[in-house]
């Protein structure tokens, strides 16, 4: 049997994040325990109001789930567990529920939870995000990011195309992919892709709504660029509904629900030779480290969610530059940051 108990925290990155719904600097979050005799295995949940999901709901359902999740053994058990939890919503609570039970058992076996998978030690080079902020700003964040190779920039406002322009003069052997976040209509989105083009540009992400599917296919039909949905796939059940209107999928556990279900997502996609980035939320290095298990399996990576904190509450991933490499230490190989 293994004891559950949950802890909110907030996280805060080091400058404001803005995308083109919002610009926050602090994210509510929280820790999942299972506890089973010593060993404690540890997940994140990283609500996201975008898909209607509240951290104090969460951690509401969770305490009233408490005694099914304690009775259930492995984490083959919590998976089939939070599949049947997937009407309730909440892909956010079973990816930290999710990964707890991973961890836990890989703790239990001495095991890193990718070997338990079958995988190879994940060391995958990430980019880094530029959020959307005054011009300026976003140029020295840019500047400031010379460790990476990559970066994402957030697009989806007055003059955005105008600084992906200053941003390929000023660094011009960095690698540029770009996030609307939903936000341009058909016309404008067909404009701004031709000028991406010109630009060289890696991918983009979410062009338009999730809803405007054929939207999308339109918009596929005029550019060479890849166009990778992210709102518009959370698991493998959204795959038929976009069918082939992208050309890949941002799978990030948060919205997948977990371990298990981004692993059949990212499966589903390479059998219909769909490109996979493998992304994240603004996470501490716990929920990053669980995604981080499957970074082998991906096209593109962008595990950079705790490197945007301005103090990251646990520790365990091999950072060098923008090369992430997972823990050989049993389960997720995280554990809590030591003091500052």
Same mark, same amino acid.
């Given at each position: 049997?293994?004891?559950?108990?949950?802890?909110?925290?907030?996280?805060?990155?080091?400058?404001?994040?803005? %995308?083109?719904?919002?610009?926050?600097?602090? =994210?509510?979050?929280?820790?999942?325990?299972?506890?089973?005799?010593?060993?404690?295995?540890?997940?994140?949940?990283?609500?996201?109001?975008?898909?209607?999901?509240?951290?104090?709901?969460?951690?509401?359902?969770?305490?009233?789930?408490?005694?099914?999740?304690? !009775?259930?053994?492995?984490?083959?058990?919590?998976?089939?567990?939070? $599949?049947?939890?997937?009407?309730?919503?909440?892909? #956010? /609570?079973?990816?930290?529920?999710?990964?707890?039970?991973?961890? +836990?058992?890989?703790?239990?076996?001495?095991?890193?939870?990718?070997?338990?998978?079958?995988?190879?030690?994940?060391?995958?080079?990430?980019?880094?995000? %530029?959020?959307?902020?005054?011009?300026?700003?976003?140029?020295?964040?840019?500047?400031?990011?010379?460790?990476?190779?990559?970066?994402?920039?957030?697009?989806?406002?007055?003059?955005?195309?105008?600084?992906?322009?200053?941003?390929?003069?000023?660094?011009?052997?960095?690698?540029?992919?770009?996030?609307?976040?939903?936000?341009?209509?058909?016309?404008?989105?067909?404009?701004?892709?031709?000028? *991406?083009?010109? *630009? !060289?540009?890696?991918?983009?992400? $979410?062009?338009?709504?999730?809803?405007?599917?054929?939207?999308?296919?339109?918009?596929?039909?005029?550019?060479?660029?890849?166009?990778?949905? !992210?709102?518009?796939?959370?698991?493998?059940?959204?795959?038929?509904?976009?069918?082939? #209107?992208?050309?890949?999928?941002?799978?990030?556990?948060?919205?997948?629900?977990?371990?298990?279900?981004? =692993?059949? /997502?990212?499966?589903?996609?390479?059998? +219909?030779?769909?490109?996979?980035? /493998?992304?994240?939320?603004?996470?501490?290095? *716990?929920?990053?480290?669980? @995604?981080?298990?499957?970074?082998?399996?991906? !096209?593109?990576?962008?595990?950079? @969610?705790? *490197?945007?904190?301005?103090?990251?509450? =646990?520790? @365990?991933?091999?950072?060098?530059?923008?090369? /992430?490499?997972?823990?050989?230490?049993?389960?997720?190989?995280?554990?809590? #940051?030591?003091?500052?």
């Amino acid at each position: 049997m293994a004891y559950v108990s949950t802890r909110p925290y907030d996280l805060r990155t080091a400058a404001p994040f803005g %995308i083109a719904r919002r610009t926050q600097g602090e =994210f509510e979050r929280f820790v999942i325990e299972l506890r089973q005799g010593d060993l404690v295995g540890l997940g994140e949940g990283a609500p996201n109001a975008r898909y209607g999901e509240q951290r104090q709901r969460d951690l509401d359902l969770l305490a009233a789930l408490a005694p099914e999740i304690a !009775d259930l053994e492995g984490p083959a058990a919590v998976e089939t567990f939070c $599949q049947a939890l997937a009407a309730q919503g909440g892909p #956010a /609570l079973r990816a930290g529920l999710s990964a707890a039970a991973w961890d +836990l058992a890989g703790r239990q076996a001495g095991e890193p939870v990718w070997r338990m998978l079958g995988l190879g030690r994940p060391s995958v080079r990430t980019s880094y995000t %530029i959020a959307l902020g005054a011009p300026e700003d976003m140029l020295a964040q840019a500047r400031a990011a010379s460790a990476f190779g990559t970066l994402k920039v957030k697009l989806g406002f007055d003059g955005d195309l105008e600084v992906a322009r200053r941003l390929k003069l000023a660094l011009p052997e960095t690698i540029f992919r770009y996030d609307v976040n939903e936000w341009w209509d058909r016309e404008r989105a067909a404009t701004a892709l031709m000028v *991406l083009e010109d *630009l !060289d540009a890696e991918l983009v992400e $979410q062009p338009l709504p999730a809803a405007d599917v054929e939207g999308a296919a339109w918009l596929k039909e005029r550019t060479r660029l890849p166009l990778l949905a !992210d709102e518009a796939v959370l698991t493998v059940d959204d795959l038929d509904a976009v069918g082939d #209107a992208y050309d890949g999928v941002v799978v990030k556990l948060a919205k997948a629900g977990g371990v298990a279900s981004a =692993f059949a /997502l990212i499966s589903a996609c390479t059998e +219909l030779s769909l490109r996979v980035l /493998l992304g994240c939320m603004v996470e501490s290095s *716990l929920g990053i480290a669980a @995604g981080l298990q499957l970074a082998g399996l991906a !096209d593109y990576v962008d595990l950079d @969610g705790a *490197l945007l904190l301005a103090q990251d509450p =646990f520790e @365990g991933i091999e950072v060098e530059g923008d090369l /992430l490499t997972a823990s050989e230490e049993p389960g997720l190989g995280i554990r809590s #940051a030591a003091p500052a």
